[in-house]
């Protein structure tokens, strides 16, 4: 099958993700489509939950196994639309609807690259594909539900809109849950330990607090708060303040280091991560896929957005086409001609490689 046909194949398939709700851990639909695919294409496939996953047609024990991932899953559409969210109209070479800059374009073209050399014998890597669920809510049935069910991944291309550019390494999360602790009282009565007041230079700390760190790639690890609550009614004093504080971590740090640091050094009374497990991820600047992507002319940066390579614990590149300005944005879109290239440096950098 040539180039151009799959290419036009996998719009239409995008087309119809659009068309097809699919929320976070309500992919059914979608599923079924993507099953479709591997079916019209005479493809073995399996399925677990809402993940669809095929390994190549020659696939040899003991090779190096090249993972390709992207996710069916989107957000809810935002206030923001003024057009059918679920509309896949075609006007002045935009491709709107939701989903389908993040990541449907990546995922369709990664179908066809996979599709393309499904039959190819005696390639110098295994490939495996997951069309993955619940990356949107990092939620138990995606990618890391099956990171046990498919044979051992040695690196992984995982498709987000990144411009066609090689994002080399993609910033970890942790989400903290703080309190800075006061004493109750009616507002009438004097208070030197009021909660809310407690709390002025705690938020100056976190504003002005630097992790020492700095990673070449992603630049210094980010906190932010993003969230406080405190107080039920006018003229009562609360006994305490939370925060919710979201920290961005480059590869210079674990995530349990940086929940070491913050219950160490932090002026709160207490702060507790909500979970450690959506680490930094990185592969090699000489690693041959980014080596062959450059020779391709395309740029590497590092990526302040958190994908399923957090969940990765071999090298991940998170490359595809669309743009990340785009994603969870009103009428989003994807310019077909971005399919169009995608597909083809996808195809051009694993001919490269395989």
């Known amino acids: 099958m040539t180039i151009e046909t799959l290419t036009q194949e996998a719009i239409a398939l995008l087309k119809n993700l659009i068309s097809t709700q699919s929320f976070s851990s309500e992919e059914e639909g979608t599923a079924a489509l993507i099953e479709n695919w591997f079916k019209a294409h005479d493809i073995p496939f399996k399925r677990q939950a809402n993940n669809i996953w095929a390994t190549n047609k020659h696939f040899t024990e003991g090779k190096t196994t090249l993972l ?7 957000v809810q559409p935002n206030n923001g639309y003024t057009r059918d969210p679920y509309s896949p109209d075609v006007e002045d070479g935009k491709l709107y609807g939701l989903g389908s800059n993040d990541a449907g374009g990546c995922l369709v073209s990664l179908i066809a690259t ?3 050399f499904y039959a190819e014998e005696n390639p110098k890597y295994n490939l495996i594909i997951v069309a993955s669920g619940e990356e949107e ?4 049935n995606g990618l890391n539900s099956m990171l046990n069910v498919i044979p051992p991944v040695d690196v992984a291309i995982v498709g987000e809109p990144t411009l066609m550019n090689l994002a080399i390494a993609e910033k970890g999360l942790v989400v ?3 309190k800075v602790l006061g004493t109750p009282s009616h507002a009438a009565h004097p208070n030197e330990n009021n909660a809310i007041y407690n709390c002025i230079p705690v938020l100056q700390w976190f504003k002005e607090y630097t992790f020492e760190k700095v990673s070449e790639a992603l630049g210094a690890v980010k906190m932010t708060v993003t969230q406080i609550k405190a107080g039920k009614q006018h003229n009562a004093v609360p006994a305490d303040v939370e925060l919710v504080i979201d920290v961005r971590v480059n590869d210079q740090y674990s995530n349990q280091e940086i929940a070491d640091l913050l219950q160490a050094e932090a002026p709160c009374d207490s702060i507790v991560p909500r979970s450690l497990r ?3 991820s990185s592969i090699p600047k ?3 896929l980014v080596k062959a992507g450059i020779a391709l002319g395309r740029s590497t940066y590092g990526s302040p957005t958190l994908s399923d390579q957090a969940v990765l614990s071999c090298p991940s590149l998170k ?3 669309g743009d990340s300005t785009r994603s969870h944005s009103a009428n989003e879109f994807i310019y ?4 169009e290239e995608g597909i083809q440096i996808y195809i051009d950098l694993l001919k490269s490689i395989l």
């Open 68 to 74: 390709l991932n992207s996710h069916h899953d989107t």
């Open 278 to 280: 959506l680490n930094s």
């Open 137 to 140: 809510s990092s939620g138990p």
């Open 336 to 339: 077909v001609a971005e399919i």
């Open 286 to 288: 000489d690693h041959e």
């Open 114 to 116: 996979f599709t393309y």
């Open 319 to 321: 490359l595809g086409p």
């Open 176 to 178: 903290f849950d703080a």
